[in-house]
């Protein structure tokens, strides 16, 4: 056997092999919510995930969830959703998963260090960031000049000059949050027409440190001298805007690559009798918000709950061990 062969195979044999009844992807507001609602009602459930908390750990005040009525950060909000987790003891595997298919009425989850097998199957991976798609963009990312959430971006912009691509509630919110820690930052539009809240134009607007440059189209990015610069077009000319940081916040898409062919054809044509289920963000067609997710985990554990009522093996479904 070669050396590449070996260490696949202890790779295989390292590997956790667990079967269970329902298993959640995801630990967003969307998966949790599913799994302490399952929890609750004594199903035996598996949450598989990259990390607890989700795109909502990016925000810098959520306001809009009845309850904290002074509004919550989100990384506040990620926490309580963490403490919650742990205190109803939901089993979590941290790890991300690769590939999702199904195999004789199975799911099968294959993540980088685990193999799950499941009966079941809800998926709340939420969305992905779009890219800008220009010249010097993979690049500039690599050497870690370029981001697209700013919990990872963070740590380096205390007394940055940052630039923001976006017109959105993402892009806003993103500059305020740093606005917090950076020395000044440039949001660049594609038009003079912001897409994000009333409520988030007025902070901007307010918030001396940040300025909205208008009528400029990304076309490339590069490195000089320890800076990223932004080359940008119009109709009649070219700009470069020099800063230490770009992060990109054009939009997101639902999260769904891991997904084999079968399952991503069942996400655009879902079947009534599939025990597939997708909730959140990564739903089709949903409003990216944090109740919705929370309603869609809800929602999904009680059709869940109905449909094993009906059936007549429903007091041999695996239960949890309190
Ligand atoms: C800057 C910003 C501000 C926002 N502000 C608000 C607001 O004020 N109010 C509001 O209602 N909404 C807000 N939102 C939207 C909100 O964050 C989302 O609607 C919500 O988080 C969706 O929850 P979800 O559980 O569907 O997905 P997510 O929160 O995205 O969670 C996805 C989960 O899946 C996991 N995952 C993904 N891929 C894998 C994989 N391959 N393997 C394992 N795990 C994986 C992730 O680790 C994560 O735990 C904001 C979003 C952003 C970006």
């Known amino acids: 056997m070669d050396l590449e062969s070996v260490s696949h195979l202890r790779r295989y044999l390292m590997i956790k092999k667990i079967q269970t009844y329902i298993t ?3 630990g967003g507001p969307a998966c949790a919510t599913a799994a302490i609602q399952l929890f609750r009602s004594g199903i035996e459930i598996l949450i598989v995930t990259e990390r607890i908390g989700g795109t ?25 959703m963490e403490e919650q987790l742990e205190y109803s003891k939901i089993p979590i595997v941290n ?19 685990s193999e799950i097998i499941s009966d079941f199957l809800i998926i709340g991976t939420g969305s992905i960031p779009r890219k800008l798609d220009i010249k010097g963009e993979d690049e500039a990312f690599e050497k870690g000049k370029l981001f697209y959430e700013i919990y990872n971006a963070k740590g380096n912009s205390k007394g940055k000059e940052i630039v923001v691509i976006g017109s959105g509630d993402v892009a806003y919110d993103y500059s305020l949050n740093l606005s917090k820690i950076t ?3 440039a949001i660049i539009q594609r038009t003079d027409k912001a897409k994000s809240l009333p409520i988030l134009q007025k902070r901007v607007e307010e918030e001396k440190k940040i300025t909205v440059i208008s009528n400029r189209i990304p076309y490339e990015i590069f490195i000089e ?9 119009t109709e009649k000319e070219v700009n470069e805007i020099e800063s230490d940081l770009i992060i990109v916040a054009i939009g997101r898409e639902p999260n769904i690559e891991f997904l084999s062919d079968e399952l991503k054809k069942e996400y655009e044509e879902p079947k009534d009798e599939s025990n597939l289920y997708f909730i959140g963000d990564v739903k089709k ?20 709950v109905k449909k094993l009522s009906r059936k007549e093996d429903y007091d041999g479904a695996p239960r949890q061990v309190w």
């Open 225 to 233: 001298n320890g800076k990223v610069v932004l080359a940008t077009k």
């Open 24 to 26: 959640l992807v995801g």
């Open 183 to 185: 020395k000044k930052i």
């Open 56 to 80: 909502i750990r990016n925000a810098n005040l959520v306001e809009n969830l009845v309850g904290f009525p002074q509004g919550i950060s989100g990384e506040d909000f990620v926490m309580l």
């Open 285 to 304: 067609g949903n409003y990216r918000q944090v109740s919705i997710a929370m309603g869609d985990g809800m929602n999904v554990v009680m059709e869940i």
């Open 95 to 113: 790890d991300k998963v690769k590939s999702i298919s199904r195999v004789n009425e199975k799911y099968i989850i294959l993540a980088e260090e």
